[in-house]
């Protein structure tokens, strides 16, 4: 993880992906990450890096 940024009722976080990841694979466990930070989903974007680092966007309420 490089960043995380609180928001109003959600947590954005920017995330470096190691090697052998890819975006796809990470947006397969969505619904276990939401699980996992107690949050009612999470949203995965892309970041303006490029492809090995992703947005990562937990929401609370």
């Known amino acids: 993880m490089l960043a995380a940024t609180p928001m109003p009722g959600s947590v954005v976080l920017v995330v470096w992906l190691r090697r052998g990841l890819s975006p796809e694979l990470v947006a397969d466990y969505l619904p276990e990450i939401a ?22 966007e937990v929401k609370r309420g």
């Open 35 to 56: 699980t996992a930070c107690f949050a009612r989903r999470a949203v995965l974007g892309p970041h303006r890096f490029g492809s090995p680092v992703v947005t990562l």
